[in-house]
């Protein structure tokens, strides 16, 4: 009876009341989550699409570096005196990738660093027309059929050969992958091309080959030069006291203004400073630890004037060009004539 009595209208209703409290009170957590499943589906949506346009224009980016038929690219002619360098931009023709083991690369940056027309002109060099511009970062377009370390899209940076027919400032290069490295994901264009010779002289030479540590004293020649700025924070992070040279005034006036400062700026342009005796008094007697010659006699070459000219000239003529012929960045390090 009490089974039959529980079973009667009443307490069937009160289930069914009961269960459909339960039901409308157990969908507001079901549909929060729903809400929370379609937001996240829109996000996911949304950068899948906004990945797909950076992909497009990458792509059309890439594409249109392929299919540009000529281009631009920096050269510097020299005089018969050597005493004079002209900057032209040539029309060059975007070639396909022929040679095996050569690489196509759409330029990103270029550092604007040292042409040491001496060297080359003593490794028999002589053209009418030399490249500028060698550092350089980019992207991937083409291969040859035997390289093996690189293929499309790859982000690399390197450094063009001396006897390289094409300027590093141009939109398009060609060059051997032996010449190249993969890009760190996390360093940007201009700091890999900023970096990828001076940044890895300066580091090997005072890690690799000085050990340099805490409290050791070093002799930074050049200090103004890029190699020289580099090898100055370098040091200065380990710990090490910095002693430098300045080929200019303008040279000693950038390094005193240096933070963290510099120990002692030796002044060398007049070709009559005593370093030595400058680093004893400096150091107590004892000498410095280490020597790290950034092209410290500099200041003796017959060059030297038009040294600090050079840079400023071929920066302007990039200037003025740079808008309507280049898409990409360039760095001014240090260029100099030596």
Known sequence: MAFS???GPGVTSSLTNGSSAWASGGGLPMQKDSKVAVGKTQAVGAARRQDSKVAVGKTQAVGAARRQVTMKGLYFQ???T???ITFIFQERENLPVIEDNYVKVQVKACALSQINT????EMKMEKDFFPVGREIAGIVLDVGSKVSFFQPDDEVVGILPLDSEDPGLCEVVRVHEHYLVHKPEKVTWTEAAGTIRDGVRAYTALHYLSHLSPGKSVLIMDGASALGMIAI???HHRGAKVISTAGSLEDKQCLERLRPSIARVIDVSNGKAHVAESCLEETGGLGVDIVLDAGGLSWMNPFHCMRRKFPWKLFRKIKEEKSKLFNFNFVLSQT???
């Open 233 to 235: 924070q370098l040091a």
């Open 118 to 121: 001496k060297l080359l002109a």
């Open 78 to 80: 020299k005089s018969s």
């Open 5 to 7: 009595a529980a079973s």
């Open 336 to 338: 100099s004539v030596e």
């Open 82 to 84: 050597d005493e004079e």
